[in-house]
């Protein structure tokens, strides 16, 4: 570790000037920087010491100043990310001890979970997965979305049930994929799944709101698209990006999978370097992983009755939920209304779960270093890298999933990729939360609503609370203007038709 990143540095440039923009996104091609990350305000790039003064070197006097280190130990940084044998429990009385998962189908509790405390490799993963369809069968199947370069396999956990009323007709099943690690470096991005896909399994039966999204919707969970790269990032490089397919260049492994599908592939601009962390391959679905995914993805579509209506494509970092276009920013998507409301929306439920911000924007615009402020015109800088071929543009135009996005999630930068363990169910929480919001917005619901059921007090007042939902919608203002000691009393309204049968969907 020491020996690979003792002498490497991760720098922040604030870029103010269209000239500036130009500088950095030519240096950064020419230097085969890796740049950790970059939005409307700001481009972190790693790279080693005695590399910085080749860049400063190429770029202009007012961009030489404009920046600030990030981590001043990344080596040590990096060791804290793996899990320890020994870590700090959390506070609890002295007869709680750690529990994993248990035939009991109560809840554990966050801070008691310990697949949760730390990140867990794919051999932990892989069992945790079978272990989920053992203790729920009615509800989760462990299915394999396809076979990477190396051989394994791209697990994934189906979560639904569905009517078996053979006199009805049967249509097309409504379904949504929450995906991660396509980036084999962004472990926040695989255990939010797994913690999503944990917190939805267990509220079915428990939680009618959660019931229905699990009778509506068949869930997709793939903790991670690239298996290869994740196992990679454990076992040699935590930095590593890219899956580990073999290029035309034998010491330069790796295609960036985000770059390698379909539609508006832009790979031209890294055919010549496939050493580049952006190398998107010589032609569109050369990514074995993004291709096998793909074929999945419309085989379920045109032989087992599946409609996709939802993607939600987990990254790290910088906290923005980002809609289509990826490709240009002179693209606006058909549906832009509705996906920036949705966005909002879910970056509202996300907030309302431990206070942080998402910002919202095209991917596009997340990924263009611009300027706004005192333009009336949109001003679109160079980018830093292409947003060709991703995933997001591929299922919005190819698969014409009405809702897909791509959310960045923590932090800001002061840890990047190397998130610490203390950040996993905070996270998780604030995925579930979005997910939710997601799902229910699609059924219909819009808004944030009030969810824990109200109590009378002594003196007569209701008292409640306000947080994920639970029942009838709410607009954000009515729940924003109750006083936190009072809430309105929503009940559910129970249908009086016969409910009908329901079971796993194979």
């Known amino acids: 570790m020491l020996a690979r990143y003792g002498g490497d540095v991760v720098l922040r440039f604030r870029i103010l000037q269209l000239e500036e923009a130009k500088a950095l996104a030519e240096a950064v091609n020419v230097l085969f ?5 970059f939005t409307t305000e700001w481009v972190d790039i790693r790279l080693a010491k005695d590399v910085i003064p080749s860049l400063l070197g190429l770029l202009p006097s007012s961009l030489q100043k404009s920046h600030t280190p990030l981590m001043h130990d990344l080596a040590q940084t990096i060791f804290e990310s793996y899990p320890s044998p020994y870590f700090d429990e959390p506070e609890q009385s ?20 310990i697949f949760f405390q730390q990140y867990q490799p794919l051999s932990v993963i892989l069992p945790w997965l079978r272990l989920m369809e053992s203790l729920f069968p009615t509800h989760v199947r462990l299915i394999n979305i396809g076979i990477t370069y190396e051989g394994r ?22 379904t949504i994929i929450v995906a991660g690690g396509s980036h084999a470096r962004e472990w926040i991005s695989t255990s939010s799944v797994n913690y999503v896909a944990f917190s939805l399994i267990t509220e079915y039966g428990k939680s009618k709101q959660m019931t229905k999204l699990l009778e509506e919707f068949d869930w997709i969970f793939i903790p991670t698209l690239n298996p290869d790269g994740y196992v990679f990032t454990w076992e040699n490089d935590r930095l590593w ?28 601009a890294t055919k010549s370097n496939p050493c580049s962390e952006s190398f998107s391959g010589e032609g ?5 992983e993004s291709s096998r995914f793909a074929s999945w993805v419309k085989n379920e579509t045109e032989q087992n009755n599946a409609k996709f209506v939802g993607f939600l494509d987990l990254h790290s970092y910088s906290q923005q939920i980002l809609y289509p ?13 509705n996906l920036e409301e949705l966005a909002l929306g879910m970056a509202k ?30 001003e679109i800088w160079p980018k830093i890298e292409s947003g060709g071929g991703s995933a997001l543009d591929w299922f919005y135009h190819e698969m014409n999933v009405t809702y897909a996005y791509q959310l960045k999630l923590r932090d800001t930068g002061s840890y990047g990729f190397l998130l610490p363990r203390k950040n996993i169910v905070p996270t998780g929480k604030e995925v579930f939360a979005a997910v939710t919001y997601f799902g229910k917005y699609i059924l219909g619901d819009k808004g944030i609503e009030v969810s824990n059921m109200v109590e009378k007090s002594n003196n007569g007042a209701t008292q409640g609370d306000i947080s994920t939902p639970f029942s009838g919608p709410v607009s954000l203002l009515d729940v924003e203007a109750l006083p936190t000691s009072m809430a309105a009393e929503i009940l559910d309204e129970e249908d ?11």
Not at 33 to 37: A, S, T
Request: hydrophobic share 25%; proline share 7%.
């Open 349 to 378: 439920a996300i907030r309302h779960v431990n206070g942080e911000m998402y910002g919202i924007t095209s991917a596009c615009e997340g990924s263009v270093v611009t300027n706004k402020k005192g333009k009336k015109e949109h």
């Open 325 to 337: 276009y990826s490709y240009s920013c002179s693209s606006a998507p058909p549906s832009l209304e």
């Open 241 to 268: 990006r890219k899956n580990r397919q073999q290029t035309n260049l034998r010491f330069c492994k790796g295609l960036d999978l985000d770059r390698t599908y379909g539609f508006e592939w832009d790979g031209h």
């Open 153 to 174: 396999d791209i697990p994934a956990l189906r979560v639904g049930v569905h009517p078996t009323n053979l006199e009805k007709p049967i249509n097309p099943r409504k």
């Open 284 to 288: 569109p679905f050369q990514g074995i």
């Open 33 to 37: 920087l890796d740049v950790w990350e």
């Open 94 to 113: 002295s007869h709680h001890t750690h529990r994993g998962f248990t035939l009991s189908l109560r809840k554990t509790p966050d801070e008691t979970n």
């Open 496 to 506: 009086a038709s016969e409910e009908p049968n329901w079971e796993l969907r194979r």
